[in-house]
């Protein structure tokens, strides 16, 4: 038996409902404890979910059940396609050829088939040694994908051509399935197979960046050209991807939402009338399919591009807090010269030396101080003091800006605006329809078992029930949204602003305060890297949990492991018999465990994808993705776009420069020999060959060093440990090794929301 994770233990004692604080606020003991139940049930299925996803033998189960379901519908399918346009019913016709020994071989053999090649694919890894494990293990989901998208779209187009039929009263549509059915299944096929390997590159980036903003974070004493690496090290997406994937997803939503919200038409005749309004309110539920679909993807990209602004914002933050700290610290001597020679100090003194004030005469130090700064030098002395004391306090402005201008960008990407608060509840309306049509479906089934028709009523308060779901959810996230955003106060929007209280207190000439500066910069800029992002809420978990559990594919499966029990009616269609309908509520419950149960492992069992263990923030290995390079597109993709690097050349040259008249510049190396052990071999990795002022080309690592031999493995070795000669650094690419710092991070919000 497996032990438990840290993240299970975490689950096991965050999610604790407190009915005694709810009883403490004043309900009632019993209303305390009702109150309480939903979130105890909450914690309990969280637990249940890291349980199984930590064992793993869910996922065994369900890749068997999934594969067995994938051959029965591959062989439906295919006598669907055969008998598109024939008056011969489709399901009667596998059925007898099942029965023939050709049709035993053949469904025999592709169950089996499907089934070895599913569990072995949900089994072994795709970095494994062994070819063919990690080549099983890789390809597997793309021949899943394929299968199912022939068939959505062929059921899809189907379903749509279908209801032209009853609308143009003919069936002039039907020489079109056939044709239109297999193209689109063919490019939805395609499509499938480019997305998933695009989905698979950005979430191994987005692991990659997580694991660099871990080894950022865990360091303190970053050089300059270690963070130069590190910025040209983070993984991007480029807008060319990003439009390609956005298409992508727009054609998926298309194909899916034919196949998911069209076939519910089927279910039973309705007058002309009904039928053609619950066809326009289908319709809306397709097209709010697709536009969910982009929000997904959209949304996808945003979640790359936060792990980009957080590792921006930490970089900056190591390249000028010491900056910072030491600027403060410039500025205190600075402020105490200035103030014993300012003007109203000096005046108020004089008053007191002529007697024009109440005040107690001078005494003896106070008279030597009113002679020596009333001098023509001392006065010459307080222009220069105020220059450097105006131009150090300009310098530190114009940093804090640049943490506040990176704070706001990656705080604007983790909160919803109003657009996105609408069609995130958009898809949690059609999440909740999805498990409606699931239940109303499995009930479909049954009264079909039990000879008893289904009722148009019921078909038409189901399909006018999703409006009420899609108002009902956007109205309550755009809510919640809201309240979060109005909790945002100013500390909390730019926690930098205590810097700037805290910079003008202390360049307070009349009254100077005594700093601490190195506590107080230590502290917001602790603060800067805490985030607030919008709630989210588990609606999309629990309603795919619901859908999952759908028992057709239980009936299904016993259906078709039992076709030859069933009986033939007069008109010659085959149906079950008494004890293949109480086989099949078994297996109904069986399978609805099984796929129940993944659901839950999966939606509430996993571990974020850009979450870094215990283990790898103590590892600083890069994750070695050899044998698997192909999944990454060429070193320029992941480069950023000139477009907005051209955006940003203005902001770039306005950034304040780590050096300044007093000396306080971060060195490019450190000295050799610094405390940090770690430090001394990453400087050997992360070395310049040549002087900053030159062209720049970055040194491999040492050989001999057993973290840089590590550090060699990382998919970005070579763009990070070398330059082509013939490669020399652009003016976008903010590279500044002496005294620059850049701008390196991706807005993928392409006007959408």
Known sequence: ?????????????????????????????????????????????????????????????????????????????????????????????????????????????????????????????????????????????????????????????????????????????????????????????????????????????????????????????????????????????????????????????????????????????????????????????????????????????????????????????????????????????????????????????????????????????????????????????????????????????????????????LQDLVLLSDSSAFLAGLKNGLAAYGAVASMVFSAATFLTLAAVPFPPLLVIAFVSSGLALLIGFVAYTMYANYKHRIQQTPEKRDPYSRLSDFLKNCTDLQNPEKMSAQEEVAAVLAEGLLLDPSPQQPFQEWFEIVRAANPNKGLKATDFLLNPLQDVDQNGHYHDTPLMVGLGVVSSVVHSLILGGRALARGFGRDAIDAVSKKDSQDIEMQNMAGKGQDYPPFDDYEEDKTYDEAKVKDLKEQPRPTSKQGSGRPVERHPDSRNSFHRRSTSMFSLSSHPESDISLSRPSQDDAVSIKALNSPRSRGMFSRSDNSKPTKSSGLTYAAGTSIISSDTRMGLM
């Not at 909450?42 to 068997?64: F, M, N, P, T």
């Not at 068939?151 to 009853?166: D, F, H, P, T």
Request: charged share 25%; proline share 2%.
């Open 1 to 409: 038996m497996k032990s438990k994770s840290e993240s299970f233990k975490k689950v096991e004692e965050e999610l604790k409902p407190d009915a005694e604080e709810m009883y403490k606020k004043g309900l009632s003991q019993a209303l305390a404890f009702m109150l309480a139940i939903p979130g105890r049930l909450d914690a309990q299925a969280r637990l249940l979910a890291k349980k199984l996803h930590d064992d793993g033998d869910i996922y065994i189960a369900y890749s068997v059940t999934d594969a067995f379901n994938l051959s029965i519908s591959n062989l439906k399918l295919f006598w669907d396609l055969l008998l598109t346009n024939s008056s011969r019913n489709s399901a009667d016709a596998l059925h007898d050829w099942l029965l023939t020994p050709v049709g035993i071989s053949v469904a025999i053999t592709e169950s089996i088939s499907l089934i070895a090649l599913s569990v072995m694919g949900n089994y072994f890894d795709e970095k494994d040694k062994n070819w063919f494990k990690s080549t099983v293990a890789t390809y597997w989901p793309y021949l899943r994908d394929v299968m199912k998208a022939l068939k959505n779209a062929y059921k899809g187009i189907r379903s749509l051509l279908q209801i032209a039929n009853v609308l143009d009263n003919s069936k002039a549509f039907n020489f079109l399935i056939l044709p239109m059915g297999l193209s689109f299944g063919i490019l939805a096929a395609l499509n499938r197979i480019w997305y998933r390997h695009m989905l698979s590159i950005r979430k191994e980036s987005m692991r990659l960046n997580a694991k660099y903003l871990d080894m950022i974070q865990e360091r303190k004493d970053l050089a300059a050209n270690e963070i130069e690496e590190f910025r040209a090290a983070v993984r991007r997406q480029t807008t060319r991807v990003r439009v390609m994937a956005l298409m992508a997803a727009t054609y998926g939503g298309i194909i899916d939402s034919l196949y998911l919200y069209l076939g519910v038409m089927s279910l039973c005749p309705l007058s002309i009338p009904a039928f053609a309004i619950m066809t326009a309110f289908s319709l809306i539920y397709c097209v709010t399919c697709v536009a969910t679909r982009l929000y997904e993807e959209y949304d996808y990209q945003r979640k790359l591009v936060i792990t980009q602004a957080k590792i921006e914002l930490a970089l900056y933050t190591q390249e000028y807090r010491d900056i910072l700290t030491q600027k403060f610290a410039e500025l205190e001597p600075l402020t105490l010269e200035i103030s014993k020679r300012s003007s109203a100090y000096l005046g108020s003194l004089a008053k007191r030396a002529l007697g024009d004030t109440e005040l107690d005469a001078l005494s003896a130090d106070e008279k030597q101080h009113l002679e020596e700064y009333t001098q023509p030098r001392e006065k010459h002395n307080y222009k220069e003091f105020k220059e450097q004391h105006d131009a150090l306090t300009s310098e530190i402005y114009e940093i804090l800006q640049g943490f506040a201008k990176r704070r706001q960008y």
